[in-house]
């Protein structure tokens, strides 16, 4: 069952993969494109709006992440306490509400490409996992021994745990090699963990696009494909 889950995942990446072959096109707003957030986010918000996720394609379509900006709603027990939250992805910002309100949003200065909710470090909770635009390499916080910073959009992946009403970061990744443009979870294995398939590009040519396969080490992700 494991093995055909993880073939399910790789053949309708191929598929996508594909279509975009076959059109072409080429995906919108890549960093190679933007040197700053704001234009970057303006050439988002000019795409369609589709609710779904990245692999929601009818027949003939082109996937989403090339010709659309996704919109997402998920009700998901994220702490664990037997009532579900509320997420929330519109426009490039994710909400994160509790029956009580609102518990976390996005900084403005992200743009929130796609989530997907598991358990990524294997620790027995579930994690909000966040694939993310912003500018510089870094995190929310930038190395002390590092003057200045590269002001280009980059991709990012983050980690974050709902604790106690608060959303809080478990792992955040710097600028990475090459962008995510969708990511899940599951166990290839079948061992009972968890490893991340990522469906990765290329910030300068959006034709060069392989899948992969990641394990959580402690500290981050290794590659083990």
Not at 203 to 221: A, E, I
């Amino acid at each position: 069952m494991k093995l055909i889950r993880l073939t399910a995942v790789f053949v309708l990446t191929a598929l996508l993969l594909g279509r975009l072959a076959a059109t072409g096109m080429q995906p919108p707003g890549g960093s190679g494109e933007f040197d700053d957030f704001q234009g970057f986010r303006e050439a988002r918000l000019k795409l369609p709006e589709k609710q779904g996720s990245p692999c929601s394609v009818e027949p003939g379509e082109m996937p989403p992440l090339y010709a659309y900006r996704l919109a997402q709603t998920v009700q998901f027990d994220l702490d664990g306490d037997g009532t579900p939250e509320k997420f929330t992805l519109r426009e490039g910002r994710l909400t994160v509400e509790a029956a009580w309100g609102i518990i976390w949003e996005s900084p403005h200065d992200w743009w929130v490409e796609y989530f997907f909710l598991g358990d990524a470090n294997n620790d027995g909770s579930q994690d909000l996992n966040l694939i993310v635009w912003k500018e510089g390499r870094f995190g929310p916080q930038k190395p002390f021994w590092v003057e200045e910073e590269d002001p280009g959009v980059k991709n990012h992946f983050f980690v974050f745990k709902l604790e106690k009403g608060t959303i809080k970061p478990v792992w955040q990744s710097s600028s990475l090699d090459r962008p995510n443009y969708w990511a899940a979870l599951i166990d290839h294995n079948g061992d009972g963990h968890n490893e991340l398939v990522a469906l990765e590009g290329c910030y300068d040519d959006h034709s060069l696009q392989k899948v992969t396969l990641w394990t959580w080490n402690g500290w981050g992700f290794s590659r083990i494909d």
